[in-house]
């Protein structure tokens, strides 16, 4: 069973690739560092805009729906950042910028580097736009604050301004009215000569000239109302078409019962008024319950369309109540000519029950002063809309201009360069991570312990092989002074771990294979065979590759003869064994080729071979073949009292040594351990000490096997 991985694990692993982490990482700093150096420049200036509290609170209060004055407050300023979005604000900036070709994509091109921050907690509006340089960054925002300033004065004046020129051109009619009615009152005055009115009816004609100017003012009124409303509505349809259909007060089912109301008490109203002047107290509380009754309808106005409208943004919204207050405004207008045109009608009675010799001269004495009423009142009012309408200001004013900035907030070179190595470092991580899960050998002796279940005796470092003249390489020696430490020590290392697996019962036969071929078996037995020679012992090296022999080239024996001939054909082990330069190390060579190598192996002369011993060997170590490719190995390896596997890291793929495992186990081999061969030479361990001692160990045991 596998354990866990641990942190160690890890950094081994990635230690293992550091060179592709380190090349990924190169190739992202790299194209991060030329991505930044490349890219053109981008500069950013700010506008600092406060939003007039007093102004925007008075504006409001009139608008007021029974909501907090603060939250009002904070919806306007809202309100406000959304409008320095807007391509109207785009387009007037660009006016001022000079810029008259391709207007669209200018438009878009500003509205893409711009920025607006509302700081909370303040009336404060904030505004960023970018430019190629530092100068048209600062022209940028600045042209972008001014367009604001000037669209939110623009749209504040356009409704005050619709009415004050529609009271300018009534009062040019009413004027050419007054001086036709004067020009007719006197010639009918020259034709009849000295007449007068009586002093009842000259009341009657005051009074219905006072109501009757009161009636076309209040018209005036309605059509001012509804000429700011056409602009109201035309400025909430460029933003919201949806908007603008979704309502309108008439359809209120309140309307009819708030008209209703408002010309009862403008009839109570006039009828006071002709008792009483304007600063009677029934008077003035008749026009506060007027007063009372347009904002109560107002406020259900309010909440009912903004609580049906689609959209949830502040500029709507606030469109949306200017326009219900001019709609209100308009009904009330209609109320107040409606309960008028009632009073007029009544004293257009009483002026037809005159003397016939009255009735002329009555009816253009009215109109004469109904027309001077009219004027009176409409210049009135014209004076009230100009000063109304050059007393809006705005509610904005520039706190702080836009200075050219001194440094670009773009490419940011630093944090690129940082983010593509850290990126470069994941990436390449990442890509150790999938190699390690599609490889499919092993990486670690700790891997390798944990795949098999079996304890790894030794960890033989890598090596580089060498040519012998003849094409062929030769294995690596323990008595070659070339092999220096940590490869001499890890031989010693695994003669260790043999002699001491079993105390109690002493190893004589030991088989070393590999679950294929090339993964340095031979080198393995070789050595630990010259290592277990080192002690004293007497040790026999079998060379039980009857297919790929690899001894006898590198040994070279005097002679040809050995295990086939023995097994095959009664050769003595006298004649078969040979000796080497190496003390206390003998070497019987596989001998001829044989075709049956398996029923050889597993015959009862090898057994009998393996169980008798050779004379005078205390060891007999066996150079077998791989277990998988061919069945030699599987056939002796329950003969002999141990077997050590042999893989290599790199190259042994896991599930092969897996099944080699498992063959030896199906044929009841005891499996001493495994040497896990190719390891990177270690920096822990007892490895590391094996510096130390370099000199001790670099000495040649013996001179070199290869006879001259």
Not at 131 to 140: M, R
Not at 616 to 627: K, Q, W
Not at 661 to 681: I, Y
Request: hydrophobic residues 45%.
């Amino acid at each position: 069973m596998e354990h866990e991985p641990s942190l160690r694990d890890h950094i081994d692993l990635l230690l293992g690739r550091w060179w592709l982490v380190a090349a990924v990482a190169a190739v992202a700093l790299t194209t991060a560092l030329v991505s930044s150096l490349t890219t053109p420049r981008v500069y950013r200036a700010a506008t600092t805009v406060l939003v007039d509290r007093t102004g925007a609170s008075l504006r409001l209060a009139s608008d007021s729906t029974g909501i907090s004055q603060q939250v009002f407050v904070d919806s306007y300023v809202d309100t406000m950042a959304e409008v320095v979005k807007s391509r109207a604000v785009a387009e007037l900036a660009l006016d001022r910028l000079g810029v008259a070709v391709d207007r669209a994509q200018a438009v878009r091109r500003l509205q893409a580097g711009l920025r607006v921050l509302r700081v909370r907690g303040a009336d404060v509006i904030r505004i960023e736009a970018e430019g190629p340089t530092p100068d048209a960054a600062a022209q940028n925002v600045n042209a972008i604050t001014q367009g604001f300033i000037d669209w939110h004065l623009q749209s504040r004046r356009a409704q005050a301004g619709a009415g004050r020129e529609f009271i300018e051109s009534q009062i040019a009619v009413v004027g050419r009215e007054l001086r036709t009615a004067e020009n007719e009152l006197a010639a009918y005055k020259t034709r009849a000569g000295q007449v007068s009115l009586s002093e009842q009816t000259t009341s009657v004609i005051s009074k219905l000239a006072d109501f009757e100017a009161q009636r076309r003012a209040a018209a005036v009124e309605q059509q001012a109302i509804e000429a700011s409303l056409r602009e109201a509505r035309a400025a909430l349809a460029t933003q919201e078409p949806t908007v603008v259909s979704s309502f309108t007060v008439a359809e209120d089912p309140n309307a009819a019962q708030f008209r209703q109301e408002v010309t009862r008490l403008e009839i109570t109203l006039a009828g006071l008024k002709e008792q009483f002047t304007d600063l009677h107290p029934q008077v003035m509380a008749t026009r506060a319950q007027i007063s009372e009754a347009e904002s109560r309808f107002k406020q259900m106005a309010v909440e009912r369309v903004i609580s049906r409208l689609v959209t949830r943004n502040p500029v709507h919204q606030d469109l949306a109540r200017q326009l219900i207050t001019l709609e209100v405004g308009r009904e009330a207008a209609k109320a107040r000519q409606s309960a008028l045109q009632g009073i007029v009608s009544r004293y257009e009675q009483d002026v037809r029950a005159f003397p016939a010799t009255e009735v002329q001269l009555a009816r253009l004495t009215r109109d004469v002063r109904v027309a001077e009423q009219t004027y009176i009142q409409l210049s009135e009012k014209l004076q009230e809309a100009k000063i109304a309408e050059a007393s809006i200001v705005g509610d904005l004013r520039v706190v702080d201009r836009a200075v050219a900035p001194t440094v670009s907030v773009r490419p940011h070179t630093l944090m690129n360069v940082l983010f593509g190595a850290l990126l470069g470092l994941v990436v390449g991580a990442c890509g150790v991570y999938v190699l390690e899960a599609i490889e499919t050998t092993f990486k670690t002796p700790q891997q390798v312990a944990e795949v098999l279940g079996l304890p790894v005796l030794a960890e033989i470092p890598t090596w580089r092989d060498g040519a012998n003249g003849n094409g062929k390489r030769d294995l690596p020696l323990l008595m070659d002074h070339r092999r220096r430490a940590p490869f001499a020590e890890a031989f010693r290392h695994l003669r260790t771990s043999v002699l001491y697996l079993s105390p109690d019962r002493p190893l004589r036969t030991v088989q070393v294979t590999s679950p294929g071929p090339g993964e340095g078996k031979t080198t393995v037995s070789a050595n630990l065979a010259i290592a277990l020679s080192q002690t004293g012992r007497r040790v026999c090296l079998m060379e039980c590759d009857l297919r790929r022999p690899t001894l006898s080239w590198a040994f070279q024996p005097k002679t040809t003869l050995g295990l086939s001939d023995l097994l095959v054909d009664g050769l003595s082990a006298d004649q078969a064994v040979q000796p080497t330069t190496v003390e206390n190390l003998w070497l019987l060579p596989s001998g001829v080729k044989p075709p049956n190598p398996a029923e050889l192996l597993g015959s009862q002369k090898m057994r009998a071979l393996l169980n008798q011993g050779i004379d005078g060997a205390e060891l007999m170590v066996l150079d077998a073949t791989p277990v998988l490719p061919v069945a030699d190995a599987s056939v002796l390896a329950p003969a002999v009292d141990g077997v050590i596997l042999v893989v290599h890291i790199g190259k042994t793929p896991r599930d092969a040594a897996r099944r080699a495992r498992e063959h030896l186990a199906a044929v009841g081999a005891r499996v001493l351990g495994v040497v896990v061969n190719g390891v990177a030479t270690p920096t822990r361990g007892y490895y590391h000490y094996a510096g130390y001692y370099d000199t001790e160990l670099d000495q040649p045991e013996s001179k070199s096997l290869a006879h001259s």
